[in-house]
């Protein structure tokens, strides 16, 4: 899972500097709302809710605010009307690129995405033209001191899908969007709390990008996609060279 870990450190700096706008906050209630809509109100009946709302609160968000939200989505408070569009399209390289969206208004939503595949070297592509190549998990990534021993005897009972080492030494407990929340409490009871947690599309194999300018590209679509109002969240399947990881995060000042 080496492209996951790189990837993961390049959308940590994103949301890093989105929060910084304020602008994550507006992601978060939106899908806290959707989520309460499609799954309920009760976030340990639905694991994406449980999902949305630990990254809420991780993000600092009041849990009056977070009440607010699900209430909407729920049928409690005010009325809602956004509809998940998930966009599929092609980066320069041919990298894959899911855009998932929550939109009042498909028309200038596809219109906007459209856009920015086109300024960047990408383009839209049609629906299937890559959803196949990700699929939906949980994923929760613990601190360094935790072994794979450690985990493996925290979530044996929660069965999850799978125990990774990270390039980084770092563990990531892989599990179904079901189980999310059972190997979640598992862990809290063994007292290891995640460094992250998210219930999210994940791509099943990776692309190597190993060419500055190439991956400089891809990171100002990237960016151009998340910064639509309309944009939840973008997920690719590039695969950044440790030589390009470290000139990025230099550039970035990590």
Same mark, same amino acid.
């Given at each position: 899972?080496? =492209?996951?870990?790189?990837?993961? #450190?390049?959308?940590?700096?994103?949301?890093?500097?989105?929060?910084?706008?304020?602008?994550?906050?507006?992601?978060?209630?939106?899908? /806290?709302?959707?989520?309460?809509?499609?799954?309920?109100?009760?976030?340990?009946?639905?694991?994406?809710?449980?999902?949305?709302?630990?990254?809420?609160?991780? &993000? #600092?968000? @009041?849990?009056?605010?977070?009440?607010?939200?699900?209430?909407?989505?729920?049928?409690?408070?005010?009325? %809602?009307?956004?509809?998940?569009?998930?966009?599929?399209?092609? =980066?320069?390289?041919? %990298?894959?690129?899911? %855009?998932?969206?929550?939109?009042?208004?498909?028309?200038?939503?596809?219109?906007? $995405?459209?856009?920015? +595949? &086109?300024?960047?070297?990408?383009?839209?592509?049609?629906?299937?033209?890559?959803?196949?190549? +990700?699929?939906?998990?949980?994923?929760? @990534?613990?601190?360094?001191?935790?072994?794979?021993?450690?985990?493996? !005897?925290?979530?044996?009972?929660? !069965?999850? !899908?799978?125990?990774?080492?990270?390039?980084?030494?770092?563990?990531? $407990?892989?599990? @179904?969007v079901e189980g999310f929340g059972a190997v979640k409490d598992a862990l809290n009871v063994a007292g290891i709390i995640p460094?992250? &947690?998210?219930?999210?599309?994940?791509?099943?194999?990776?692309? /190597?990008?190993?060419?500055?300018? /190439?991956?400089?590209?891809?990171?100002?679509?990237?960016?151009?996609?998340?910064?639509?109002?309309? $944009?939840?969240?973008? %997920?690719?399947?590039?695969?950044? &060279?440790?030589?390009? $990881? !470290?000139?990025? #995060?230099?550039?970035?000042?990590?």
């Amino acid at each position: 899972m080496a =492209g996951h870990s790189k990837w993961a #450190n390049i959308k940590h700096r994103k949301a890093a500097q989105d929060a910084k706008r304020g602008k994550v906050f507006t992601k978060l209630i939106r899908e /806290l709302t959707v989520a309460a809509r499609q799954g309920g109100g009760e976030p340990a009946d639905n694991p994406r809710l449980r999902a949305a709302v630990d990254k809420a609160l991780a &993000s #600092n968000m @009041t849990k009056e605010t977070i009440q607010r939200a699900i209430d909407r989505g729920a049928g409690t408070g005010d009325d %809602v009307d956004m509809d998940e569009v998930v966009y599929e399209g092609y =980066g320069p390289d041919g %990298v894959a690129i899911l %855009v998932e969206t929550m939109t009042d208004n498909r028309n200038r939503t596809v219109s906007e $995405v459209r856009h920015a +595949f &086109s300024k960047h070297g990408g383009n839209l592509g049609t629906s299937g033209s890559v959803a196949f190549m +990700f699929h939906r998990q949980g994923r929760l @990534t613990l601190p360094a001191e935790i072994s794979e021993e450690d985990a493996m !005897e925290a979530t044996l009972e929660a !069965e999850p !899908e799978n125990i990774e080492i990270l390039e980084d030494g770092r563990i990531e $407990v892989v599990t @179904t969007v079901e189980g999310f929340g059972a190997v979640k409490d598992a862990l809290n009871v063994a007292g290891i709390i995640p460094e992250a &947690s998210e219930v999210g599309l994940f791509p099943e194999t990776y692309t /190597l990008i190993d060419d500055r300018e /190439l991956s400089q590209r891809l990171i100002a679509l990237v960016d151009h996609l998340d910064d639509l109002d309309d $944009v939840q969240n973008v %997920v690719t399947n590039a695969d950044f &060279s440790d030589a390009i $990881v !470290e000139t990025m #995060n230099s550039e970035a000042g990590a």
